[in-house]
């Protein structure tokens, strides 16, 4: 046995996953639920959550949904900011109407939107 695998917490997880029944671990201190909440945000944005068997977790559907609702709103927000939006609490953006920067933000991500529809079309002309 090398250091890694007689460690206690790799020992927990043997019993747990291996000998055990993953189900019985909710609620636990190996539940994955506790475990993702853990890890930050910044961490987490190349999580893969459609690769997880949220099936084989107690309300691991409701789990995905609501981390994937989480996921979709943080997107949203931040094309809320690249235009000129700033966060103002529980996923509201607001926007100061007389703002030049707004409309000078939405014209360079149309460009950048324009720059990509004509690179995309030079690499699939036939």
Not at 7 to 16: C, I, K, P, S, T
Not at 42 to 47: I, L, R, S, T
Not at 54 to 76: I, M, Y
Request: glycine share 8%; aromatic share 8%.
């Amino acid at each position: 046995m090398s250091s890694w695998d007689s460690g206690l917490a790799y020992q927990a997880v043997l019993r747990a996953f291996v000998d055990g029944d993953p189900l019985d671990q909710a609620g636990g201190p190996l539940d994955v639920r506790a475990v993702v909440a853990g890890i930050r945000t910044e961490a987490k944005d190349g999580f893969l959550l459609e690769e997880v068997p949220w099936d084989r977790f107690p309300e691991g559907v409701s789990v995905r949904e609501n981390a994937q609702h989480r996921e979709a709103a943080t997107k949203l927000g931040r094309v809320w900011e690249r235009i000129g939006f700033e966060p103002f609490q529980c996923g509201v953006h607001i926007l100061d109407c007389h703002l030049q920067r707004t409309q000078d933000l939405l014209a360079e991500r149309r460009e950048e939107f324009n720059a990509q529809c004509r690179a995309w079309q030079a690499q699939h002309r036939p």
